[in-house]
């Protein structure tokens, strides 16, 4: 599997080199808009209804909705400055925490971490640490252009990075208003438990495969089969080559250096993670389609100029 990036972990004044892989991947069935009379995907137009005109990218501009109707324009620099950086940053360890402490319900994504550079003994040495001590890393992390929190924690011989919602993001469950209920009776638990016993078993995933997917493939083999298909232009995908990184470190003067630092210093920032290929498939798509529109913006330009020569 091809890292997505390459950077450092960085704790105390150690940086360990270490690359990012994609630990899940969206399956769900995914449909394209066409045309139903030509079968051609259609285009999504980016209009400004009150100068009632198509616009180019360049005019367009993020903004934040601060009152109904009113919004904040900012630019790409002005986001990004914000964010402390230009460019990706890496994994910086902020404290080490017990993981039974995290809620599942902060948990969003999750990413596999392996080891970077000529040399792992830096990133075995840490995931050793964290075997023995039962911790887990909280860390912050930049992927693409935003800082997350995320947990890095040992997962056999690599780690894995799952990445934490914040605070605010989370909505208390005793929001929640909840109808008067009564006890359960003693008969009415001991039905319970003995459903709960009967369907009891060992956790296997591949048990439940998923039938939406394996009925919509089904199906759109049943219609291939029928030659019932839209055939339209599209073209391919460049595929970006992985990028590599990483250095020797000499850990036992760092590690020692590092216990010498107050615990309450920041960690030291770690050098910016190559990015080689983009985090999602719908990232990548979101990309793809947005140097489709400008190409396709170029070319009614270039044919008004060969009229005129």
């Known amino acids: 599997m091809r890292a997505m990036w390459s950077g450092e972990i960085a704790f105390g004044l150690v940086t360990i080199p270490a690359k990012l892989y994609s630990a899940t991947k969206d399956l769900t069935p995914s449909f394209h808009q066409l ?12 209009r400004c209804n009150k100068c009632n005109r198509d616009l180019e990218w360049g005019e367009i501009g ?43 319900v902060f948990f969003s994504k999750s990413y596999w971490v392996g080891p970077g550079g000529k040399s792992a003994r830096g990133f075995s040495l840490l995931r050793e640490a964290l075997v023995s001590t039962k911790r887990a890393a909280l860390c912050k992390v930049r992927i693409r252009t935003r800082t997350q929190l995320a947990m890095l924690r040992p997962r056999g011989k690599l780690f894995a990075l799952d990445m934490l919602r914040f605070a605010d993001e989370v909505v208390p469950g005793d929001e929640i208003v909840l ?24 956790f296997d995933v591949k048990k439940h495969p998923d039938e939406y997917r394996a009925a919509v493939e089904a199906a759109a083999a049943e219609k291939v089969e029928r030659d019932e298909v839209a055939r339209g232009a599209d073209e391919g995908e460049e595929r970006v080559p992985a ?3 990483g250095k020797v470190i000499d850990l036992a003067d760092l590690l020692a250096r590092s216990l010498q630092v107050a615990p309450a210093n ?10 080689t290929e983009p985090a999602t498939r719908g990232e990548k798509a979101a990309d793809k389609e947005e140097e489709a529109a400008k190409e396709a913006e ?12």
């Open 62 to 104: 993020k903004g934040y909705e601060v009152a109904k109707g009113e919004y904040a324009l900012f630019t790409k620099e002005e986001l990004a400055k914000m964010d402390g950086d230009d460019g990706p940053g890496g994994i910086d360890i902020v404290e080490f925490i017990d993981p039974e402490d995290v809620d599942n």
């Open 35 to 46: 045309h139903t009379e030509c079968g051609s995907r259609i285009s999504m137009v980016r």
């Open 179 to 202: 109808p008067d209920t009564k006890d359960a009776t003693e008969r009415e638990l001991q039905l319970a438990l003995n459903l709960v016993d009967q369907l009891s078993g060992e």
């Open 243 to 245: 990028g590599v990184g």
């Open 266 to 275: 920041a960690p030291r920032p770690a050098k910016g993670l190559k990015k």
């Open 298 to 309: 170029k070319k009614p330009k270039k044919r008004a100029a060969g009229k005129r020569g």
